[in-house]
């Protein structure tokens, strides 16, 4: 049973930066991974993944913004998020793409002045 455990969330101010980190209980290696995030009264949705090659996709609204990143062993996928709005306010949790593990507890994202 993979396991994933995600951290650096916390409350910043709009223009602010947050780096998130995800651990995962084994090598990710050959895996494509990605992280998600779910806003109050939203559905989870795919904010970005990265390949096994490191090729990156984004959600349009947060493109140019945040940057995702891996390391294979350990498993452990980060995400650097820069000039934070409040409407990136969510849960963020990482998964396999498509997600197919059981979600970790996630790490809650807020972004007020």
């Known amino acids: 049973q993979v396991q994933l455990v995600e951290s650096g969330g916390g409350l910043v101010q709009p223009g602010g930066s947050l780096r998130l980190s995800c651990t995962v209980s084994g090598t990710i290696f050959g895996i494509y991974m990605a992280w998600y995030r779910q806003a109050p009264g939203k559905q989870r949705e795919l904010v970005a993944r990265i390949t096994t090659d490191r090729s990156t996709k984004y959600l349009d609204s947060v493109k140019g913004r945040f940057t995702i990143s891996r390391d294979n062993v350990p498993g452990a996928v980060y995400l650097q998020m820069d000039s934070l709005k409040p409407e990136d306010k969510a849960v963020y949790y990482c998964?396999?793409?498509?997600?197919?593990?059981?979600w970790g507890q996630g790490t809650q994202v807020a972004v007020s002045s």
């Open positions: 998964n396999d793409y498509p997600s197919a593990w059981s």
